[in-house]
Each structure stands twice: as C-alpha cells, then as structure tokens.
C-alpha cells in the first residue's frame, strides 16, 4: 500500500462542518484511508501534501460540459441558443477533427484541475479522444457521444443513435475504472421521437446511465407542449428517460408536476447558471426543485457559453441567480451550493466521490486560506460559494493521484498543452470560415 497524507489543514466534512484534520489516502485503490483529527495515530505515509493554512474540500463536479468547446471559447457570444448554434458554433463544429477534440480536452481538463475539480460529465464527438486525454491527466469522468438526429436522414440518424450506444458500452471502465459512460441523446427536440423510442429502451436494457438536455429555452419547450399535450418531461418519462441513473441537463422552464416527477423517479438536474444567463435562457427554478427533493448537480457547460470551465464562478453565480429566481434572498443557500458542486454532482453521475470520509474516493483540492479575499474565516462554507475562486486552489488529487501540486499539473505538460490548443483552434476557424 501506497499512501498519501494531506496533512496540517482545516477539512470540510460531509456534514460541512469544518474540523483542523489530516487527510489520509490509499493511493493504490484511490480511497480514503481516514480523516484523522490532530493528536490521533498519524502514522508517516509516502508521500505528503501540506495544507498548513488551507481547507481541504472535496473535488468539485463539474457535471455537465463539452469539453473541448475550450476551442470555441470567445468565438462567438452575445447570441441567443438556437442562432449561436446553427449560425456559430454547428459550423465550427462540422470542421472538428479528432485531433482537436483531444487538443481542447486537454485544455479543458488543464482548466478544470487548475480550479479544483476532479471529475466531469461530457458529451461531445470523438469521444475516445476524451477518455485519452482523461487517461493521461489522471481525472474522472463519466463521458458519452453526443448523438443528432435533426438534419440527418433515416440511416444516419440510426447511426447516430448505434454510435451512441457503441461508445457507451465500449469504453465504460476505461482508464483503470476513472472512465464511466452514458449514452447521451443530445435533446428532446434534436433527437426524433422514433429514434428516442427504438434506442432509450435498449440503452435502459443494458443498464447504461442516459444523459440529455431538456427544458432548456421557452422556445423548446412550447412546440414540445403543442406537439404531445404534455410537459416535455412527461413525454420524456413516456420514453423512459427518467431513470435514477438518468440525469439531465438546464431544466429551466420545468414546472411543479415536472419536479415531483424527477423526484419519484430520482432522476438529477444539472444546473447551468452561467449558460443559461449568458444564452438568456432562463432561470431554473433550482430551490423549489431541491424543495421537492430533487437532486440538483453543477454544471458549466460548454467554454464557449459561460466562458470558463472554474466550477467556484457557477457555485457563485448558482447562489445569485437562485435568489434572483425565487425572489427570496434565502434561497440556494451558501451550504446548498456547496452540496451541488460536491456531492449532488456525484450523486448524479453515480461516483463515490464529493465527500470526505473513509471509503470514499480520493478526490479533492486543497484551497490556500492565507489571502485578502478569504478573510477574516467566519464561515468556509460562506467563502466557498461567495469568495473562492478557482485560483485559489494549491493541490488536486484525484483517485488519490496528484494531479496538481503547489500549482503545478504534474500529468499534463501546461505550456505545450496552451500551445497546441491555440494552434488548433486557429487552424480550426480558418478552415471554417474559409
Ligand atoms: N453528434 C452531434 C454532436 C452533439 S455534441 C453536443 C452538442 O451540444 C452543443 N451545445 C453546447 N452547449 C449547448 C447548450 O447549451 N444547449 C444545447 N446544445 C449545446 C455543442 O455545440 C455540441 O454540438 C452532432 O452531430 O452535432
Ligand atoms: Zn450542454
């Protein structure tokens, strides 16, 4: 047994009480050997990381992206959804290479250690290019193929759906097990309803986790209403797509008979509150959805619609907006926020990460307390959602490996990872535009 002490720091607890602990790590299985209080056993361990001055918190989850839309970042904004798609970002998108899509995973996961957050859901093309760039740096991820059916004939669409289904079953457990997958229809209103009825059962049949959009924009869910007589959500439990291990994305325009259908069905939103104000999409009703017990996740989204990948701007900006859409300067509290990033988007995409305790998964980051902003300490709960940001984090370890050390990555080569990306995505424009 290898073993790794984060030793020294004050440590955020499941309960979110904050206790002065070390934390200890089993480096060979990925897990949480203890959290030992000061004065007890501390045996020496193999390998140590200080958190002298810091606060050690589970590793954020970033639960709902496309990562490497990093490519697109600052291409194209100010655009409401469905223009900023079909005039901007699907043309792009159609000159995508698989090369690139591996350039702008790695920049996105060089991103997302550099901010604390040890695993993601993704859904994009060329997906085994994800799971190698998660591969190399050492994350977690819970990735899937991205399938269209719009625009597409009748065998492609198919195709689409079969390519779906093929990443998924093919690539689950990859990377020592870091690696899960869902198949992921894009949206109810970009996947036709045969394609959804022929292929969620079969997804459902082989026990494999289905990830989508839904309720996103008003101008979704309107035609969805006129065209089925029912909330979009409805007709997607019709097809099954509500399941305990199903999550979904936005949730915006969701009514009460959606929430207390999510609930029954444990199926998790993903909230995206950057995006959402960015594309002008709405509000989601987050604490009315938690009110019901529904589990509500983080998500960013893609870089190109919020624009960074730092989950410490989405638990803000989730905090602020929640308010804002309940009118009620108590709701999506601080200690709630906190719950999302952490154990809510584990929750979701079913890891046993987002909590410190034994036996959990040995991931997390380690925030620098000793700074202007995160002073004086009344609350770290507080300061977590309010005053953190993703720079303030020294260490992140994942399946009980440092991905970052003293703000170091140690698995992925940051300049030539900067450097590739801007070279890719320039090559990508031009093609593009030319
Ligand atoms: N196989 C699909 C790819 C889907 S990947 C996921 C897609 O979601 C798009 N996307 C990014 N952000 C959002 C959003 O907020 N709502 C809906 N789609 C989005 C993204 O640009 C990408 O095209 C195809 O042939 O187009
Ligand atoms: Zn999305």
């Given at each position: 047994?290898?073993?790794?002490?984060?030793?020294?720091?004050?440590?955020?607890?499941?309960?979110?009480?904050?206790?002065?602990?070390?934390?200890?790590?089993?480096?060979?299985?990925?897990?949480?050997?203890?959290?030992?209080?000061?004065?007890?056993?501390?045996?020496?361990?193999?390998?140590?990381?200080?958190?002298?001055?810091?606060?050690?918190?589970?590793?954020?989850?970033?639960?709902?992206?496309?990562?490497?839309?990093?490519?697109?970042?600052?291409?194209?904004?100010?655009?409401?959804?469905?223009?900023?798609?079909?005039?901007?970002?699907?043309?792009?998108?159609?000159?995508?290479?698989?090369?690139?899509?591996?350039?702008?995973?790695?920049?996105?996961?060089?991103?997302?250690?550099?901010?604390?957050?040890?695993?993601?859901?993704?859904?994009?093309?060329?997906?085994?290019?994800?799971?190698?760039?998660?591969?190399?740096?050492?994350?977690?991820?819970?990735?899937?193929?991205?399938?269209?059916?719009?625009?597409?004939?009748?065998?492609?669409?198919?195709?689409?759906?079969?390519?779906?289904?093929?990443?998924?079953?093919?690539?689950?457990?990859?990377?020592?097990?870091?690696?899960?997958?869902?198949?992921?229809p894009h949206s109810l209103t970009t996947v036709?309803e045969?394609?959804l009825?022929?292929?969620?059962?079969?997804?459902?049949?082989?026990?494999?986790?289905?990830?989508f959009h839904a309720n996103?924009?008003?101008?979704e869910?309107?035609?969805l209403?006129?065209?089925?007589?029912?909330?979009p959500l409805?007709y997607a439990?019709?097809i099954?797509m509500?399941?305990?291990?199903?999550?979904?994305?936005?949730?915006?325009?969701?009514?009460?008979?959606?929430?207390?259908?999510?609930?029954?069905?444990?199926?998790?939103?993903?909230?995206?509150?950057?995006?959402?104000?960015?594309?002008?999409?709405?509000?989601?009703?987050?604490?009315?959805?938690?009110?019901?017990?529904?589990?509500?996740?983080?998500?960013?989204?893609?870089?190109?619609?919020?624009?960074?990948?730092?989950?410490?701007?989405?638990?803000?900006?989730?905090?602020?907006?929640?308010?804002?859409?309940?009118?009620?300067?108590?709701?999506?509290?601080?200690?709630?926020?906190?719950?999302?990033?952490?154990?809510?988007?584990?929750?979701?995409?079913?890891?046993?990460?987002?909590?410190?305790?034994?036996?959990?998964?040995?991931?997390?980051?380690?925030?620098?307390?000793?700074?202007?902003?995160?002073?004086?300490?009344?609350?770290?709960?507080?300061?977590?959602?309010?005053?953190?940001?993703?720079?303030?984090?020294?260490?992140?370890?994942?399946?009980?490996?440092?991905?970052?050390?003293?703000?170091?990555?140690?698995?992925?080569?940051?300049?030539?990872?900067?450097?590739?990306?801007?070279?890719?995505?320039?090559?990508?424009?031009?093609?593009?535009?030319?």
């Open positions: 047994m290898t073993t790794l002490r984060i030793a020294d720091g004050r440590v955020l607890r499941p309960d979110h009480t904050v206790e002065r602990a070390d934390v200890l790590v089993d480096q060979a299985s990925g897990e949480i050997l203890a959290v030992e209080p000061e004065g007890e056993g501390r045996a020496s361990a193999d390998d140590r990381l200080d958190a002298e001055g810091s606060l050690v918190i589970p590793g954020l989850v970033n639960a709902h992206t496309h990562v490497a839309m990093t490519l697109l970042r600052g291409y194209a904004d100010d655009k409401p959804l469905d223009a900023w798609l079909q005039e901007d970002i699907w043309p792009v998108e159609a000159e995508l290479t698989a090369e690139d899509v591996r350039a702008g995973a790695r920049l996105g996961i060089l991103e997302m250690i550099r901010s604390g957050t040890t695993a993601f859901a993704d859904m994009y093309f060329f997906m085994p290019e994800v799971v190698a760039a998660v591969e190399e740096s050492g994350m977690r991820a819970l990735l899937g193929y991205g399938a269209i059916t719009v625009g597409n004939d009748d065998e492609a669409a198919h195709q689409e759906m079969r390519d779906g289904l093929d990443f998924a079953e093919g690539y689950d457990g990859a990377a020592d097990g870091r690696v899960s997958t869902a198949f992921m036709g045969d394609y009825r022929e292929y969620v059962p079969e997804a459902r049949e082989a026990g494999i986790p289905i990830h996103e924009t008003a101008g869910v309107d035609p209403v006129a065209d089925h007589d029912e909330r409805e439990d019709d099954g509500l399941a305990d291990t199903s999550f979904l994305a936005h949730g915006v325009h969701t009514d009460r008979t959606e929430h207390e259908l999510l609930a029954e069905r444990d199926t998790a939103v993903i909230h995206c509150p950057a995006s959402n104000m960015k594309l002008a999409s709405g509000m989601a009703p987050v604490q009315a959805m938690r009110d019901r017990g529904v589990t509500v996740g983080l998500g960013t989204d893609g870089a190109a619609s919020n624009n960074d990948l730092s989950l410490f701007d989405e638990m803000r900006d989730a905090a602020m907006l929640g308010k804002l859409a309940a009118d009620d300067a108590s709701a999506v509290a601080a200690d709630a926020v906190v719950e999302m990033a952490t154990q809510g988007g584990a929750e979701a995409l079913g890891l046993a990460s987002g909590r410190l305790e034994a036996g959990a998964n040995a991931d997390l980051a380690v925030l620098d307390l000793d700074q202007p902003h995160l002073t004086p300490d009344h609350d770290l709960v507080s300061h977590l959602t309010y005053a953190a940001s993703g720079s303030d984090v020294r260490h992140t370890v994942c399946d009980g490996q440092v991905l970052m050390r003293d703000r170091t990555v140690q698995t992925l080569d940051e300049q030539a990872v900067l450097a590739d990306a801007r070279e890719r995505a320039q090559a990508l424009i031009d093609r593009a535009e030319s």
